[in-house]
Structures are given as structure tokens and as C-alpha cells.
């Protein structure tokens, strides 16, 4: 049996020393990266070598990288480093993982080619200048030898117990069980399809109504398909925290049905849930924990490596333990865990760890995507950037010197850019590039400026700095499937300030590339209709499989009424108030219990709660607030028992719409009262407009789908196990067209 590492793996396993730092940052982008290691290669002689690929072995090692460049002319292997500022702040322990680097694939190539000795040169690119330093040694064959079996040696203790730990994860996955005495209706059937899917390498789009163990119907089938597939990882991508809860709940079903299962699963949480000190940098100057990181690495890594939950809190312990990072930690150990259980920017975003560290070591994986209707919102969000004069004019206030040249200039491009603008909204054809140039020069003075200050990366000039980026990032991807906007506000007939955003409308491009790099990818959800709107916004690939899972519950569990005697149309909105107040107290009055009821909005939330306590006084009312904290809309489920009696009154699409779970009494009924649609705005108009132009379907895309799907998601909140029964209002004369009832769920009896 033999292990394969990269090059690059090997030297952060064996090579990293000292500090946790991250001032000599940020690093250029891999896009800039791309760029810098082209733009070396082309001042390279007709001779020079580009990429080359090179492999070795030391007793069960595997060992392959690609060196970025070879010159035989000179008999010099050159490894391309780009960065931006000033060189002599970089650290000693990033020079020192980089010549570990380059020494490895000078053995390598030395081995290729039969070589005595070799030139081994560092070449620092600087993307903003263009400039070269160069930094070159000769070096013996027989020298680069011994370090590479010396960083190997280093590396072998490790990997034999990963090779052991794999083995074992291997036929304990084969002969795992279903954790339960049977499958649920339909959820055979889903586990089935994601075996299938996983075993012929497609995408599978699974439309699984509630209440049929979906985390454990796609966990388990992924973990036989481990051995068979030669599966590395598998990742399980949430929305929300709940649907993170929920994987690591099914993870310790699995291990108390199978106590000697050997899989490590982990919990990615985001950096500033999982930093112990956010008022300190990332340095060993700064937080006690970034000190002497590196060192103490090893202990925490292998002491980690034997907990099978890493959840936030196992993780936290076994890191506090060792006196490192918990957040940096947690980047470790995804290198080593099976199953692990990240936010969808984890995978999706531009910059994704997991999607770059799969293609970076080329692991075999897996992709589960829970409740993947959100996928849409939140993959427009990361493909999208915005920009606030007030913040600018926040930074230019307090800018250093070195500064204020660029940020003035970009203000002066920025007023004039909407100068002319008369409405408070205007949408535009094509991306403003005179503002970009000055944007690219005020980043750059920037990027120099926190390199040669690092301790003033903080604060509200580092906030508009990663902004700044962002956007000039999405700039650089514009095109159809983007809208450019200013939205202005006036304060005086002379002073006007205005947001700059670039809308991502359709993120199937770039979330396409991601889906299919992975051996499968599975989007699971109880709404996934229409199966078109979802597989042309993600991009999905023309062969994914679709399965549309049988529901558990029988339709006279779940009494659906269409009320179509009621608008809720805003211009019907003073008249529904006195119907609906009456339609809830009488369903009350007949059946007593817990109800929800979704609204629009506030403003229409809190006009039917107040009507409705001056009528009835005597039912209970529970009222959701504006921005509420993780401990308030606890408290507001909490009221929620199988004993009381009263009526919760929620927005549609808010935290209550979807990912909370009121079983048996908690939970008897939900009035809604809107048919879900975003609002009519200028923004969602453009939306309409670029959706008309790209599908044909301008307003399904943008109002009618999106909504009702909410409307789906809300019901869905009443039935949630084979026991429950409940009531469903639907209330509002559009829900009783044809082509709004078809994209109501099959199971459901409509009266």
C-alpha cells in the first residue's frame, strides 16, 4: 500500500515553523498568481520548460508535484512566488517553507534527468511593479537526496497512520448498517439515487419532502460509496447553522449504531466564531495563540487526529489544550477528515478553502448540498460586490498620508460617475472603467501601504480595503448575467453620495465549474420546483439525474385550504385585515393549539396582531421582531411547548420560514398570508428584465418561483413527523390559478 502526497503538502507538513502570520498579506490573488507565473515564463529563453510534472518515491511515499519552471540552457529549476510589497517584510519562516519546496523538486528533477547538481533559484514576482528578485544557489544532487528522504522520513510516521486510519475507514464504512430498525418512506428511494449518482459520477438534483431523514438518507449512502469510489472526502454544505447541527446529529447516530466506525468528521465554523481573540491580530506579537504556531502544531494535529467529532467545541478544547488557533486548527484538520461539514462558501465562494484544497492535492470528492434552494440567494451574494461613498469618505477622513492622493482621486471618479444621475436608482449596460482605474491604484497604494504598516490593517480602512477588492474582483467577471447599479441619495441640491453594486443574476458559470470537479454533486431540498429554474441558475449539467422522492405523510394528515376570498395585495392590504383576524380566531376557536402565521412583512405582521389582540384578547400572541439575536428567536420557538395554546406570527422567507422543527402539539397549523413574492423594486425589476432577456421567464424567475417556494417552505414547518397532523390556510386568490397550484407539492389535497 503506498501514500501519494504533493510536493507542496509535503513541505507545510514537514517545513512549517515558528509564528501563525498573516501581515505579509493579502496575497495576490490565484488569478494575479496565474498571471505573475505567465508573465516570468514569457522572459524565459525558447528552452525554458513550463510546469513540469515530477515524481519520486521514499519507501511508501508517493511523491508528485509540478515545478513551475526549468531551464536547461543554465541547468536552473525556478519556483515563481508572487507578491506585493515590500519583500523584506516577508517572514523568515514563508522564505524557509519556500526553499523546502524548491530543494524537493530540484531532487526530483535531478532523479528525471541523471543530474550531478542543479541551480535551485526563488523567483519573487511583484505583481504591482512587475519586478523580479531572484534568489539563486547551486546545490548537489546527493544534498537535495538527503533532504528529500529527511523531509519524507519527517512526513512516513504520519502517513503510515493515515494509510492505517483509511483502511479502517474503508471497511467500516463497507460493513456499516442503517443506524435505524428501517428506512422511512422515500428514503430508500433518496439513499438509493445518491449511491447511484456517487457510483456513476453524476450530479443529482433530489426534490425530498420533510420528514424523511434526509441528512442521514444522503450521509449514509456517500459513506458506502467511500471504499468502492476511492472517495478522499466527502463534504456536507449547509445554509444555516441548523442544517450543521443536524449533519453532526447524524454523524453520532452513526457512531452509537456503530461504535467502531473509524471516521473523522469536522465542523468548519467562521473565523469569528472560532477566534478566541478578535481584538488581536494574526501574529505572534499579537495573540498568544498564533505564537510559535507552527511548532506546536504537531502535538494539536495528532491529538485532534484521534477525536472522531471535531465539532466547534471538541475542536476548541483539543487547540486550547495545545495553545494554538482554533480557526487555524480547524484548516488542518480538513486536510485529514473524512466527512466534513462547512457553509457553502466553504466550497462555493472565489476564494473557497475546500474547493482549493481538493483541486491543490486532488482529492476524490463528494459534494452534498443541504436545503439547496438557498443556493441560488447565496451564490448571487458571493458573486456580487458593493461599494458605499459614506464609507470612503469614513476612510479619507482618517487616511495616512501615503493615502489620501488615491482615495481623493477615486471620490473625484466616483462624482462624476454619477453626476448626471437624476433618478434614485439607475441600472447601466456596462461597468464604469474609469472609476475601476482608480480603484486598481488606490488598492495598490493600499496593498503597499499595509505591507509596510501591517498594524493598521484594522478597522474601518481595512474593512473598505477587502471591499475595494471584492469588487474589482466581480468587475473583472462582468457580463450579462451581472447588473451594474448606483443607487444615490441627495443631501443637498450640491452634496449627493452614492452605493455602487454589481448584482450577480445568474451564478450558474462559476458554480458549475465547482459541481462538476467534484466526483458527484447532490442538491437536496424539499422545494426544488420547477426542476428547470433551479438547473438553469446553477448551472447543472445536462445529464444530472433528478429524483422527485415519494412523500411520507398522507394527505389527510395535512388539511390544505385556498382562501381565495382574500387579496393580500398591497393596494387590498386595510381591507384583508378585519377577514384574516376572523379566519384565524374561528380556526382557533375550532381547534385550539399552536399556530404560525406568515405575513409579507412587519408593517402587515403587526397590523393583523394588534387587530387581532383587540378582538380576542384572550389567544396568546407571539410576535417576531426585527432583527432578532440566535438567543431571541430561541426564546420565541421556546414558547412553542406541547401544552400551550396561541399563535406565533412570523415573515415569510425569515428565520422561522424554514430550518426549525416543531413536532406533535409545538406545531398545528400555519396561515399564510402572502403568496411569498419579493418585493416590487426597482432592483428586482432589473432582475425581471435580465431574466426576460436570459430565460424567456422574466417574472417566474424572479417573483412567482422564489415565492412560492418560501410558501412551500413555511407549510412545511407543520408536518414533521409520520404522527403529526395539521392545517395549512393559503390565503389569497392567487393561489387558486392553475399555474400557481402546479407548483404546490403532489401529495397535497387542495380544497
Known sequence: MSYSVAVRALCEFTAKVGDLDLRFTPSPSAQEGIVGHRTVASRRNAHYQNEVALEGEYQQLKVRGRADGYDPDSNRLEEVKTYRGDLAAQPANHRQLHWAQVKVYGWLMCQKLGLSEIDLALVYFDIVGEGETLLNQRFDAPDLEQFFKQQCALFLDWARQEMQHR??????????????????????????????????????MAQAPTGIGKTIGTIFPQLKALAPQQLDKVFFLTAKTPGRKLALDAAQVLYDSSPELSLRVLELVARDKACEHL????????????????????????????????????????????????????????????????????????????????????????????????????????????????????????????????????????????????APYQAYAAKPDKLLQALSLCTSAMGDYFNDHPDALTGDLQAFYFD??????????????????????????????????????????????????????????????????????????????????????????????IVERISTRFVHRQASLEPIVALIAQQFAAQPGNYLAFF??????????????????????????????????????????????????????????????????????????????????????????????????????????????????????????????????????RFGEQRVRQLLPKWWTLK
Open 468 to 561: 475595494a477588492l471584492q469588487w474589482a474582483k466581480v468587475a473583472e467577471l462582468f457580463n450579462e448575467h451581472f447588473i451594474f447599479d448606483i443607487t444615490k441619495r441627495s443631501f443637498t441640491a450640491k452634496r449627493s453620495s452614492s452605493t455602487l453594486c454589481l448584482r450577480n443574476v445568474v451564478p450558474a458559470e462559476f458554480i458549475r465549474p465547482r459541481l462538476t470537479a467534484a466526483r458527484s454533486s447532490v442538491l437536496f431540498s424539499a422545494t426544488l420546483s420547477p426542476r428547470h429554474y433551479y438547473a438553469d441558475l446553477l448551472g447543472l449539467p445536462a445529464d444530472t439525474a433528478w429524483v422527485d422522492v415519494e412523500s411520507p405523510f398522507k394527505a389527510e394528515q395535512l388539511q390544505v385550504s
Open 167 to 204: 483502511a479502517a475507514r474503508n471497511a467500516g464504512a463497507q460493513s456499516l448498517a442503517f443506524p435505524h430498525a428501517d428506512f422511512r418512506t422515500g428514503q430508500r428511494t433518496l439513499a438509493e439515487s445518491v449511491y447511484k449518482a456517487v457510483s456513476t459520477g453524476r450530479c443529482l
Open 600 to 733: 409579507s412583512s412587519f408593517d402587515y405582521l403587526q397590523q393583523v396582531a394588534q387587530l387581532l389582540a383587540e378582538r380576542h384578547p384572550q389567544i396568546a400572541l407571539w410576535l417576531q421582531s426585527r432583527g432578532m439575536a440566535e438567543a431571541e428567536r430561541q426564546a420565541f420557538l421556546d414558547q412553542f411547548t406541547p401544552h400551550s395554546q396561541g399563535i406565533g406570527f412570523a415573515v415569510l422567507g425569515g428565520a422561522f420560514g424554514e430550518g426549525i422543527d416543531l413536532p406533535g402539539a409545538r406545531l398545528i397549523g400555519a396561515f399564510i398570508a402572502t403568496l411569498g413574492l419579493p418585493q416590487l423594486n426597482p432592483v428586482n425589476e432589473q432582475m425581471k428584465q435580465r431574466m426576460g432577456a436570459i430565460f424567456g421567464a422574466g417574472y417566474d424567475y424572479t417573483y412567482l418561483y422564489p415565492g412560492i417556494q418560501k410558501v412551500v417552505q413555511a407549510a412545511g414547518r407543520v408536518i414533521r413527523s409520520q404522527q403529526d397532523r395539521g392545517v395549512v390556510m393559503l390565503i389569497d386568490d
Open 279 to 422: 481584538d488581536k491580530a494574526c501574529h505572534g506579537d499579537s495573540c498568544p495563540l498564533a505564537k510559535d504556531f507552527y511548532d506546536r502544531l504537531p502535538a494539536a494535529r495528532q491529538a485532534a487526529s484521534q477525536v472522531r467529532l471535531l465539532d466547534q467545541r471538541s475542536l476548541r478544547n483539543v487547540a486550547l489544550a495545545h495553545q494554538v488557533c482554533p480557526y487555524y486548527l480547524s484548516q488542518e484538520m480538513a486536510r485529514w477528515s473524512d466527512l466534513i461539514v462547512a457553509d457553502y462558501n466553504y466550497y462555493f465562494d472565489f476564494g473557497a478553502m475546500l474547493f482549493g484544497l481538493a483541486q491543490l492535492n486532488q482529492w476524490q470528492v463528494s459534494v452534498l448540498v443541504d436545503e439547496a434552494h438557498n443556493l441560488v440567494e447565496r451564490a448571487r451574494s458571493m458573486y456580487s460586490a458593493s461599494l458605499d461613498q459614506y464609507s470612503l469618505k469614513t476612510v479619507r477622513d482618517s487616511a495616512p498620508e501615503a493615502l489620501k492622493k488615491p482615495l481623493q482621486r477615486l471620490n473625484r471618479e466616483w462624482n462624476a460617475l454619477h453626476k448626471d444621475q437624476l
